[in-house]
């Protein structure tokens, strides 16, 4: 049995996985954290994760694996190495769906939580009778680009300007200040962080104990998108909270507690009992150091 972390460079300078990989190594628990992105290693953080796709060949069925990167190549990766049925924390299938905007739209649909409305769009006429509300609205081309990527109209005059080769989903612009309520989820735990956009002039940023409510919002989206880690954003629309975004494995800011519930429960997946990791220096010396071959 192993714990493995596929990772990138750019996730391993913030926050996770690095905390929690930390977490474990402190309690002597050896990770195997490899980069797919890079083959001749990390110039970054060298001692942090190996290189490359050779080593996490290494996974075997008992192996867990936990993944948190944005580079193709590591979900490419990763699609493969489920073959090989290890323990997925969050699967590919998983990750991909959220990370689309259409079939992430799909799935909240079905799941009943109350969500950014959607429309799809082959033609500015298609979009000529949104209300005041959904403006700006973003453009999600459906395939052919990042995810990540998408445009942001102000006025419906602009839309000419868009290339409508493919098919658009249409969702109004959400900015990160518009977000009221962020929830992070780590198999059966939650918590909520009040982003400050409640507009009753209180101080926002604060950690606290989610509502019954904001509970069955996490418990339908676990059901139907099936990941095990991840994040909810809500922001406030016609007077209440709607889902606007999931993060597959966020970073869990402002959650100081996180590294460790997320350290348990890999170790639970790994059939290890976490109080018997037991703390020594050479162990903890050897953890999370698979190191770039020169």
């Known amino acids: 049995m192993g714990l493995w972390v596929l990772t990138d460079c750019g996730s391993l300078g ?35 994760a190996a290189p490359g796709a050779a080593r996490a060949r290494e996974l075997g069925s008992t192996d867990t694996v936990l993944v948190r ?21 969050n699967s590919w299938s998983d990750i991909v769906r959220v990370r689309n905007r259409f079939t992430l739209a799909l799935a909240l649909s079905r799941s009943g939580v109350p969500s ?46 868009v290339e409508w080769s493919r098919i658009t989903l249409a969702q109004p612009h959400v900015r990160p200040e518009d977000m009221a309520v962020t ?27 989610p509502s019954p409510e904001l509970r069955q919002v996490t418990t339908r989206c676990r059901r139907e998108l099936g990941l095990t880690l991840f994040g909810i954003g809500l922001t406030r629309r016609a007077g209440r909270l709607v889902v606007a975004s999931v993060c597959d494995f966020p970073n869990y800011e402002r959650v100081p507690d996180a590294p460790g519930v997320i350290g348990r429960l890999l170790l639970g997946l790994d059939g290890r009992a976490s109080s018997n990791a037991r703390y020594s220096p050479e162990a903890a010396a050897r953890a999370c150091v698979l190191r770039p071959r020169h």
């Open 14 to 48: 913030q926050r996770m996985p690095s905390a929690v990989i930390d977490w474990l190594g402190a309690r002597g628990v050896p990770v195997r954290a490899v980069s797919i992105e890079n083959e001749s290693g990390l110039a970054s953080t060298p001692a942090r």
């Open 69 to 89: 990167a944005q580079d193709p190549a590591t979900l490419v990766t990763w699609r493969s190495l489920q073959k090989q049925r290890v323990r997925a924390v």
């Open 183 to 209: 929830l992070y989820v780590a198999g059966d735990r939650v918590w909520a962080v009040d982003d400050g956009a409640r507009g009753d002039g209180t101080p926002g940023a604060v950690l606290h104990t």
């Open 116 to 161: 950014l409305p959607s429309r799809l769009a082959r033609r500015p006429e298609d979009l000529v009778d949104l209300g005041s509300d959904w403006w700006p609205v973003e453009l999600h081309p459906l395939s052919g680009r990042s995810p990540r990527e998408f445009d942001v109209i102000e006025r419906f005059e602009q839309l000419e300007d």
